[in-house]
């Protein structure tokens, strides 16, 4: 999905060149493409290579979050390199014409293929968000690991009225916790929450702290599952078990199928489900295909789904996508999140939820999206 992007960002003349780690990532990807591309041109569509499906779906957990820096990507790159096959190697890190097989077995192939996919979608990404370092570097204040961590381990100002029984191994990850939730007050810098924290301990009054900032850390958590007001449509009807959306017919007779079967799919819970209702709509939702764009919807609760036209419908990728920015016209927001940790000097990104559609490729249709949905619609 970064490919034509990036090379929309190859023409900006503004920015400043590639990092040599990223540069070397994305050729090896972009070769990987071009070969499997022509293996593909002369197969038939059942036998295809295709790097995506249900059963290889990956989720970025919150307790061990993906980061990446130039120079973790080319150590990955390195490994993938050092243990790739020799007939795999010999193309992909040179510059022959691109043969029309495999030169080994689909399964060999396919598993280092994904490999190498992996490592270019973390640079592409790299690229792609660098230029916005600041803005990913302000959104660290929106980290909520914090609030997991207490939540999760039931800590509460309870647990925190007498610093003296804490347990020696839990104060690290403690202390860590309540300045994430302290940040995520948007109340102080990293710097002044950990010295609060700090100052805390030491005076004995970790519990103030907890009741001070765990409310602001609770909403930061909930914002990302809730329908905001402003992504609630007025364009859906909610009846029985039923809710029916209407969707602007393509001009394209087979992307009625692809929209139909994937979405109506995925939105049922029970004896609940989604129908959509195909026609000609001034202000409803459509679907719009560019090349090269990362997939998005112009808003929660906005009208235009945007899919990358290089990206084919056949690979469960795209099937995974369309289901999951579907949401996002409903008003249902993201549930993972991304920033820049200046400590690391990498961005690091995870997941709230790994099966959840909302949160993760992992994911799918649950009961608290539907209780969401229905909060909004059902009423």
Same mark, same amino acid.
């Given at each position: 999905?970064? $490919? ?52 290889? $779906? ?16 080319? &150590? ?12 795999? =190697?010999?193309?992909?890190? #040179? +510059? ?5 097989? +495999?030169?080994?077995?689909?399964? !060999? ?8 996919? @992996? ?45 003296? +029984?804490?347990?020696? *191994? ?11 939730? /302290?940040?995520? #007050? ?18 004995? &009054? ?5 009741? =001070? ?21 007025? *364009? ?43 026609? !000609? ?8 295909? =560019? ?17 990358? #036209? ?12 369309? $289901? ?10 993201? /549930? ?24 993760? @490729? ?11 949905? =229905? ?5």
């Amino acid at each position: 999905e970064y $490919r034509e992007h990036l090379q929309g960002l190859a023409k900006n003349k503004n920015l400043a060149p590639d990092d040599p780690a990223i540069a070397a990532s994305i050729k090896l990807g972009d070769r990987l493409s071009k070969w499997i591309a022509k293996i593909n041109a002369s197969r038939p569509a059942d036998a295809a290579i295709r790097l995506t499906s249900p059963q290889t $779906r990956r989720g970025i957990p919150i307790e061990t979050p993906s980061i990446y820096s130039p120079s973790i990507i080319k &150590t990955g790159a390195e490994k993938i390199l050092a243990e790739l096959p020799e007939a795999m =190697k010999s193309v992909i890190t #040179s +510059t022959i014409d691109l043969p029309a097989t +495999t030169g080994i077995d689909d399964e !060999t192939f396919i598993k280092h293929a994904r490999l190498l996919d @992996r490592n270019y979608q973390s640079a592409a990404r790299y690229k792609s968000v660098n230029s916005y370092r600041m803005q990913y570097i302000s959104m660290a204040k929106a980290d909520v690991r914090g609030y997991y961590y207490l939540t999760q381990n039931k800590i509460t100002a309870q647990e925190l009225k007498e610093v003296a +029984t804490i347990e020696a *191994d839990k104060v690290a990850p403690i202390k860590d916790a309540l300045t994430k939730i /302290c940040l995520n #007050s948007n109340g102080d810098t990293l710097a002044g929450c950990k010295k609060k924290v700090d100052t805390a301990f030491t005076k004995n &009054t970790l519990a103030a702290i907890y009741n =001070k900032y765990f409310p602001a850390a609770q909403k930061n958590w909930n914002d990302f599952f809730l329908i905001p007001s402003s992504g609630t449509r007025s *364009d859906v009807l909610w009846s029985n078990n039923i809710m029916t959306v209407p969707f602007n017919t393509p001009s394209i007779p087979k992307f009625v199928p692809y929209l139909q079967n994937n979405i109506e799919d995925e939105f049922r819970f029970g004896d609940w489900k989604l129908k959509m209702n195909f026609g !000609t709509f001034s202000n409803g939702p459509l679907l719009v295909f =560019k090349p090269g764009v990362v997939p998005h919807v112009n808003g929660l609760g906005g009208n235009q789904i945007v899919m990358d #036209s290089n990206q084919p419908i056949e690979e469960y990728e795209s099937q995974w996508t369309i $289901r999951h920015e579907f949401g996002h016209v409903l008003g249902l927001p993201d /549930c993972y999140h991304e920033f820049y940790d200046t400590n690391l000097e990498a961005y690091v990104n995870y997941q709230l939820d790994i099966t959840d559609l909302m949160c993760s @490729r992992a994911g799918n249709m649950k009961e608290r999206i539907y209780t969401e949905l =229905k909060k909004a619609y059902g009423n």
